[in-house]
């Protein structure tokens, strides 16, 4: 893991082009809706987990074309270190990335659609970290796979965008109560679904990758 | 006994299923609520019943793949993946049909719809990374992680209408509907089971075909893969 992020940050132009494709995914949906900004105020927690979510699959299928440079995957392969450990490293790799670049967008977003945060940050937070684990779990092993694949920038969104639906429902749903207050209480129940959405798919990641990128 | 069973089974499937229809269009009285409109359910639910068994059965070869590897068990689950997927989409089609004039509408979020679609989609995914893939043991091993990733969904769909209370109803089954239904129900669900085990055999027969071939010349095929044509001696380079 330490070499993704020393990698991540020696080539910052990644991140820095990752933030503005976000940023400009954003922009988009204001432009493509119109200046409705009661639309826009009440949708806003579902643009950012789609911009993060095109963004995601961008970062997703970079970080296994570093390794398919040069034969990298080889040697980590080679190196004494378990597969699952390689998995763990790189879905938190993934997910810090995430995580970095939805702390990043959420001022913009509060700019563009003039959202207040009603329960505050810290739950704002926990939404953006459960949401970004679970994009990252099922996310490195379908990069994992895609990244060997023929058409392999079709094949990664085909094979993650209808899995990651509950998540990025989870996501948007709990991130518009965060913005919009929670009357009802229902804030922990999507919080509950994104937990065992990452329950599943971190432990399916775990048990599955050492078949994945194994010989 | 399996020869003759691959020449009587299609017989079966189609007096089965034109039983079937006889009995859903003609002998069945219609919905108290629903008329005619109802008889549609003699199709529908067997084919999405049929649907779920068959991702079942993907999953069943997904695992035993990676516990223990054979081009039977990979050829299996590409056929079950594929035939499940066209009875999913046939059931999804004939709900829709269903919902238009119930409803009011083809297409609804209902929790049952959106999980069988999205079903649909993963598999659809699933089938296009099988034809992405050209190394045929490499396939074999993805597309199993991938079908056992995808099965979550499968039962999502069948309890979905249990922990989401919505629009679509409860699974009919022989115990939720009318005893004059039960019967052509029954037979329907039989004739697409016969349908469905022709189509699974085939299906796999063709596929273990495919694979044989694939593995008894894996030079000899061509490759589209520029970067490896002509020049095989250097290593391929992967951009």
Known sequence: ?215 | MGKQLHRVLPVVAVVLLAAGAYLGLFWAPPDREMGDVQRIMYVHVPAVWMALLALTLNFCCSVTYLFKPSWKTDAMAEASAEVGLLFGTVGVLLGSIWGRPTWGVYWTWDPRITTAAIMLVAYVGYLALRRFVEDPEKRAVWSAVVGIIAAVDVPIVWFSVRWWRSLHQVQSSPKTVDPLMVLPLRVSAFAFLALMIVFISRRYLIALADRNAEVALPEALPTDDPATRGNSGTPKVVA
């Not at chain 1, 440079?69 to 990335?97: M, Q, W, Y």
């Not at chain 1, 994104?194 to 990641?205: T, V």
Request: hydrophobic share 60%; glycine share 8%; proline share 4%.
């Open chain 1, 1 to 215: 893991m330490r070499k993704d992020l020393l990698i991540e940050w020696r080539t910052r132009a990644r991140l820095n082009a990752l933030v503005f494709f976000a940023m400009a995914t954003l922009l988009l949906f204001s432009f493509a809706l119109g200046p409705d900004t009661r639309l826009l105020e009440r949708n806003a927690g579902g643009y950012l987990w789609l911009a993060i979510l095109f963004a995601s699959v961008l970062s997703l299928g970079e970080s296994f074309r570093v390794e398919a440079e040069n034969a990298c995957l080889d040697g980590v392969r080679l190196a004494p270190a378990d597969a699952r450990a390689i998995f763990l490293s790189k879905a938190l790799g993934n997910t810090a990335l995430l995580v970095v670049l939805g702390i990043v967008l959420v001022p913009v977003m509060v700019a563009l659609f003039g959202v207040k945060i009603v329960l505050g940050l810290g739950d704002l937070g926990l939404t953006l970290m459960l949401g970004c684990l679970a994009l990252s779990a099922p996310g490195t092993v379908y990069s994992a796979i895609a990244s060997n694949a023929r058409a392999r920038d079709v094949l990664l969104p085909l094979l993650l965008f209808p899995l990651i639906v509950p998540s990025l429902l989870a996501a948007a749903k709990a991130t518009t109560l965060v913005l919009q207050g929670d009357p009802m209480h229902q804030l922990g129940s999507w919080f509950g679904l994104l937990s065992g959405f990452n329950l599943i798919y971190w432990g399916l990641g775990f048990l599955l990758f050492p078949k994945v990128i194994e010989d």
